[in-house]
């Protein structure tokens, strides 16, 4: 069973920084695109950013492009999402996954597992 286990969240103030991290297990994602998402009280969930196993192609939702940066450690089966000049809107649950292609991750498709726990993420003053 595909499971995926998101960290790192926390609170912190506009501006600032913090850096996800999701550990998958249950299969050998040596092929797999990952992807971050996140879902703010009372909206849906939505696509954040996503990586190729290569790292050759990334994708990022407008609103977090120039600020977040997504990056992996195949060996770990692990996916970072660093996130910078964080805004209030940015608060949300945070969440990953993965998919065979990296543009099944954009439009939340064909999802390789279910979701996690995900990590709270909260931008306040």
């Known amino acids: 069973q595909v499971q995926f286990v998101e960290s790192g969240g926390g609170l912190v103030q506009p501006g600032g920084s913090l850096r996800l991290s999701c550990a998958a297990s249950?299969?050998?994602?040596?092929?797999?695109?990952m992807g971050w998402f996140r879902q703010a009280p009372g909206k849906e969930r939505e696509f954040v950013a996503a990586i190729t196993w290569s790292g050759g192609s990334i994708y990022y939702a407008d609103s977090v492009k120039g600020r977040f940066t997504i990056s992996r450690d195949n060996a770990k089966n692990t996916v970072y999402l660093q996130m910078n000049s964080l805004k209030p809107e940015d608060t949300a649950v945070y969440y990953c996954n993965a998919a065979a292609r990296i543009s099944s991750l954009a439009i939340m498709r064909n999802l390789l597992g279910s979701w996690g726990q995900g990590t709270q993420v909260t931008v306040s003053s």
């Open positions: 249950g299969r050998t994602f040596s092929s797999d695109a």
